[in-house]
């Protein structure tokens, strides 16, 4: 079940000149009205219309709903492109983005049916998120300790060790340490009307 996203306080951001415009115009090439997007992606019209306007900023989980509504990529979002599709992308061209308090590294083309992310979640950040859409979710830490919760179950996951998962069980990441994880992230870019994101506290749960 889809539940409309919590709106927290405006959050600067110098990605926001870039994020802004390209939500509006790729909402537009898709054919799809404010309120459209918004109920398919599990957000408010309003806080669509802010993301869109540069008043709020986007976190990650909000960028990868939108992006599968729009049958796109996180980086087309963000406004990043690699040329040709290149089947190599070199640790130089991989310029970090900040979303919801993620640092995250695009490690992939763009125009693929995946997309790869290098990801650095801080302790504290996101830990009530719990997303819900179709498709395939792979992870694998490479610093630090992840909290993953998987529907009722929680797992810990250090260095070296990896999840794959059906992104339709409701799950949730989290930092466990207060130095924060370093993640590899691998979904799928299926597109769907149902696709949605649940956002808030796990009922009878603190983050």
Do not use: N
């Not at 219309?49 to 540069?54: A, K």
């Not at 980086?75 to 970090?96: C, F, Y």
């Amino acid at each position: 079940m889809s539940h409309p996203a919590s709106e927290p306080g405006p959050e600067p951001a110098d990605d926001l000149g870039v994020v802004a415009p390209q939500l509006r115009a790729l909402r537009r090439r898709a054919s799809l009205t404010l309120e459209a997007a918004a109920r398919a992606a599990g957000l408010s019209p309003a806080h669509l219309s802010r993301l869109e306007t540069g008043q709020r900023q986007p976190s990650l989980p909000m960028l990868l709903a939108l992006a599968r509504v729009y049958g796109t990529t996180v980086s087309e979002l963000l406004g990043e492109r690699v040329a040709d599709r290149d089947a190599v992308v070199r640790a130089a061209d991989m310029e970090p983005t900040h979303a919801g308090g993620w640092t995250y590294w695009q490690s992939g083309a763009s125009g693929r049916g995946m997309q790869a992310l290098r990801v650095q979640v801080p302790y504290g950040s996101q830990g009530d998120i719990v997303r819900v859409h179709p498709g395939e979710e792979w992870l694998h830490v490479l610093r630090g300790r992840l909290r993953l919760r998987l529907g009722d179950t929680t797992h810990l996951l250090g260095a070296g060790d990896s999840a794959h998962f059906d992104s339709l069980t409701p799950h949730r990441i989290a930092a466990q340490d207060p130095d924060g994880v370093d993640l590899l992230f691998v979904h799928t870019l299926l597109q769907s009307p149902t696709a949605a994101l649940c956002l808030g506290p796990t009922p009878g749960e603190t983050p």
